[in-house]
C-alpha cells in the first residue's frame, strides 16, 4: 500500500505558517510567494501526487489539501497586510512635515538665519584695531539737540558751516532744535561732558555709531550711514600724535598696499584741520566713478581740538589738549573690499554677505 501523500500536511502547514510569521518586509513577501502558495509551493506538488491515490480517497485528500491552503493563504494575506502597513507608516514618518515642530538648527529642517551685515563686521574690526591701540569704545544718541550735533562743536545757529551737514530734523519741541545726528562728533561732546562730571580725564575712545543726512545715495553715499569718530584728550596732545595714530590705523586695517594722506581742510571743531583720504582701491589710484576720477577716497576729517570745544564743556585748555577725527565704517568696507557701488552694503542680499565672514 503506497503512504498518502498528506501524511505530514499538518508539520507541512506549521513549517509554511513559520516561514510567513518570518517574513519581514513587502519585498521579501513577493520573493517568498511562489514557494508558499504558488505553482512552486509543496501545496501545488501535493495537488500533482493525487495521482497516486485511489479515486475514492481523492476526494477527502482533496477537502484536506484545500482547508490546509486556506489557513495558509489566509496567514499571508494578514502579513501582506502588516508589512504595508508598516511601510506606509515608516514613508509618513520619513516624509511628513511636522509643521508644529520647527526648531532652528535642527537638522531635519535646517533654517536660514541669514548673514551678519558687512558694516556690523567692518564696525567690529574697526574696534578692534582701535582697542589694540590702547581706545576704548562709546556709544552716543542717534537723535541730538542742536546744541550737541552744532553748537558744542563752534557750529552756531546761522554759521556758514551748517551747509557742510545736509540735515534731518526731527518735529519736537522748538522747530529746528532736535536732530538726526548728522556725523557721530556728538558723542565726543558726551564723552568729554561726563569725563569732567567724574574728574575722569584723560579721554582715549573711538566712537562707532549709525548717521543721517539729507543725500541723494550714489555709488559712493548713504544716506543712513556709519561712522567711527575718534578722541584723545591729555596733557601735551599735538598734530603729530595725530598723524601717527591715523598712519598706525591705517597700516593696521587695509594692510601696506594702500596709503594714505591727510590734506588741510577745514572744520569748525578741529584747528588745524585736515581730511584724511586712502588710495581708492577700486582704480588702484587710476581714477573711476566711484572716487570721481581723483585717485583718492576721503574717508573723513580729523584735526586738533579747538579751544572753543574744551571751553563748551568746560575743560582746562591751558592744562588739557586734544585731537579728534571721524570717518565712514561704510567707506572703509568699500575700500577694504573694493565694492564699486556701496548700495550693495544696505541691499541685504545673502549671495552678496556671504562672501565676507
Ligand atoms: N564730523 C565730521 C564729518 O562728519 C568729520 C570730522 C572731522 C570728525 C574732524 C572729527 C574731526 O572728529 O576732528 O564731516
Not at 496567514?75 to 509643521?99: I, K, M, N, P, Y
Not at 538648527?105 to 574696534?127: C, F, K, M, N, Y
Not at 555709488?219 to 596733557?235: C, P, W
Amino acid at each position: 500500500m503506497t503512504s498518502s501523500p498528506l501524511a505530514n500536511l499538518a508539520d507541512q502547514t506549521a513549517k509554511l505558517l513559520a516561514t510567513i510569521a518570518g517574513l519581514d518586509s513587502i519585498d521579501h513577501l513577493r520573493e517568498a510567494e511562489p514557494t508558499i502558495t504558488g505553482k512552486r509551493s509543496i501545496l501545488s506538488a501535493l495537488q500533482k501526487s493525487f495521482g497516486v491515490l485511489a479515486p475514492e480517497d481523492r476526494k477527502e485528500a482533496g477537502a484536506q489539501l484545500q482547508e490546509a491552503r486556506r489557513v495558509v493563504e489566509s496567514a499571508l494575506e494578514s502579513r501582506r497586510r502588516e508589512l504595508s502597513q508598516a511601510a506606509r507608516a515608516r514613508t509618513l514618518l520619513q516624509d511628513g512635515l511636522d509643521l508644529g515642530d520647527v526648531v532652528v538648527g535642527d537638522v531635519r529642517w535646517p533654517a536660514s538665519v541669514g548673514h551678519p551685515s558687512l558694516i556690523a563686521i567692518t564696525q567690529r574690526e574697526l574696534e578692534d584695531v582701535f582697542v589694540a591701540m590702547g581706545f576704548t569704545v562709546s556709544e552716543g544718541p542717534e537723535v541730538e539737540s542742536d546744541w550737541y550735533n552744532f553748537e558744542a562743536l563752534n557750529i552756531p545757529p546761522a554759521h556758514p558751516a551748517r551747509g557742510l551737514w545736509d540735515t534731518f530734523y526731527v518735529e519736537l519741541g522748538e522747530p529746528e532744535t532736535v536732530v538726526l545726528r548728522t556725523h557721530t562728533s556728538p558723542t565726543q561732546i558726551h564723552l568729554m561732558e561726563e569725563a569732567v562730571a567724574k574728574d575722569s580725564l584723560p579721554i582715549h575712545s573711538v566712537m562707532p555709531g549709525r548717521c543721517f543726512r539729507r543725500d541723494t545715495p550714489d555709488s559712493s553715499h548713504l544716506a543712513t550711514f556709519h561712522q567711527i569718530e575718534g578722541l584723545v584728550v591729555d596733557r601735551g596732545i599735538s598734530f603729530a600724535d595725530l598723524a601717527g595714530v591715523i598712519e598706525t590705523f591705517t597700516r593696521a586695517y587695509f594692510g601696506p598696499d594702500i596709503e594714505s594722506r591727510l590734506r588741510p581742510g577745514y572744520f569748525p571743531f578741529t584747528e588745524p584741520s585736515a581730511e584724511f583720504e586712502v588710495t581708492c582701491t577700486i582704480c588702484r589710484g587710476e581714477g573711476c566713478r566711484t572716487c570721481s576720477q581723483t585717485g583718492w577716497i576721503e574717508l573723513g576729517g580729523c584735526g586738533v581740538l579747538d579751544p572753543a570745544v574744551l571751553a563748551a564743556v568746560g575743560i582746562d585748555g591751558s592744562e588739557w589738549s586734544g585731537f579728534a577725527f571721524g570717518f565712514g565704517i561704510d567707506r572703509c568696507a568699500q575700500m577694504r573690499h573694493q565694492i564699486a557701488d556701496m548700495r550693495a552694503l544696505i541691499e541685504n542680499d545673502t549671495r552678496f554677505l556671504e562672501q565676507f565672514s
